[in-house]
């Protein structure tokens, strides 16, 4: 987003600053970017769509608006995990999951939540197969029928954000996990460093 004239990769720190900590190979502070980009558009928005959500009575929309946020933010830290490849999508999704969200999520389950909710939500903005986001089930994840799925999203934000924390650890002990990220970094946002002269929200 444009904050005063600049492209902003938080609300605090710009693209320019991202990449100024990219070039200098200032770990802390690429870590403390990419900590507070992930807190701010994905975990902090969906948490406060959930807090919302228990005080009302008609709260399909927000509990749908928070699924896909957190639906989202698995998209966005799987693809820095898998070193941000073209395509293998399924793949990267499964994984991070099956790694960074386990024992709720084997890679079967993985897979059938990749297909019904991920693609649902990302390419048509619908769950598909007859599932649902409900705060009606105290589990993170419920199979119904032996076919259905049903999701807590308040359930789910929580094993995201563990799953997160879990993954900035490995990353700040991993120093090939660290430069997966770093060139990941350089190759998605190429186009925003520097850049800060119209008004495109990002």
Same mark, same amino acid.
């Given at each position: 987003?444009?904050?005063?004239? %600049? ?8 693209? #320019?600053?991202?990449? %100024? #900590? ?9 870590? %403390?970017?990419? *900590?507070?980009?992930? =807190? ?12 919302? #959500? ?18 989202? #933010? !698995? ?8 070193? +941000? ?11 991070? !999951? ?8 084997? *890679? =079967?389950?993985?897979? *059938?939540?990749?297909? $019904? ?9 619908? !769950?598909?197969? /007859? ?13 119904? $029928? ?19 924390? =879990? ?6 002990? $991993? ?8 060139? +990941? ?9 520097? =850049? /800060?002269? $119209?008004?495109?929200?990002?």
């Amino acid at each position: 987003m444009i904050i005063e004239n %600049e492209l902003h990769y938080t609300s605090k720190h710009t693209f #320019a600053e991202l990449k %100024e #900590a990219l070039d200098r190979d200032d770990k802390d502070k690429v870590m %403390e970017l990419f *900590k507070e980009r992930v =807190k701010e558009l994905y975990l902090e928005p969906a948490r406060l769509l959930i807090e919302h #959500a228990k005080y009302c009575k008609n709260n399909m929309g927000f509990l749908f608006s928070a699924g896909l946020i957190c639906v989202s #933010a !698995i998209d966005f830290l799987s693809r820095f995990y898998a070193g +941000c490849p073209e395509n293998k999508v399924r793949e990267r999704f499964v994984d991070w !999951i099956s790694v960074y969200m386990k024992p709720h999520f084997d *890679k =079967k389950l993985a897979t *059938k939540f990749y297909e $019904d909710f991920r693609n649902g939500l990302v390419h048509e903005c619908r !769950i598909k197969n /007859g599932g649902e986001f409900t705060l009606r089930s105290e589990e993170v994840i419920y199979i119904v $029928d032996q076919k259905y799925l049903r999701v807590n999203p308040r359930n789910l934000l929580y094993l995201v954000y563990e799953g997160f924390e =879990k993954y900035v650890n490995d990353i700040e002990n $991993d120093e090939v996990l660290y430069e997966e990220l770093k060139n +990941c970094l350089m190759k998605d946002f190429e186009n925003d460093f520097g =850049k /800060g002269d $119209d008004t495109n929200e990002r």
